[in-house]
């Protein structure tokens, strides 16, 4: 994933939040397969969703290394759409900072139509993604 995704998220929690606010939320294991959960993006698959927003007021998109990467500023939310070519697509990746607990958190959501293995990396490198961008954030980078 291009590193102008994560200056995106970080610019956004940076005017939200003090450093060290944010809180990742899942426990990925690092190897094996990734338990299933259900899908929490709002939509039945990777290609609803990016049809719904193409026609969503206020959503703007941009290209990164072949990612569709649609922005929805007032909901604080980043999605990104893999390429053609990607092993896990098509899939959809949807980050968004939500207060709970009075913590502000960066909660990612995945819907991915591809096997099983390239849907468990896609998570992986996505978590991993998330945690360089919070850790870079609390050292005030």
């Avoid at 291009?2 to 294991?29: F, I, N």
């Avoid at 990016?50 to 990612?67: D, H, I, M, N, T």
């Amino acid at each position: 994933m291009p590193r102008v995704v994560c200056a995106v998220l970080a610019t956004w929690l940076a005017g939200v939040a003090a450093p060290g606010a944010a809180q990742p939320l899942s426990e990925v294991p690092r190897s094996g397969p990734i338990p299933e959960v259900r899908d929490s993006t709002g939509y039945p698959s990777a290609e609803a969703a990016l049809a719904a927003l193409r026609v969503k007021p206020g959503v703007a998109f941009s290209e990164q290394a072949g990612w569709t990467i649609a922005e929805e500023r007032e909901a604080k939310t980043l999605w990104s759409f893999t390429p053609a070519g990607h092993p896990a697509h098509p899939a959809a990746v949807k980050r968004q900072f939500v207060t709970e607990d009075g913590r502000l958190t960066l909660k990612t959501s995945i819907s991915c139509q591809a096997a099983k293995a390239p849907c468990d990396d896609l998570v992986r490198e996505f978590d991993a993604l998330n945690e360089r961008m919070i850790k870079a954030i609390r050292e005030g980078r």
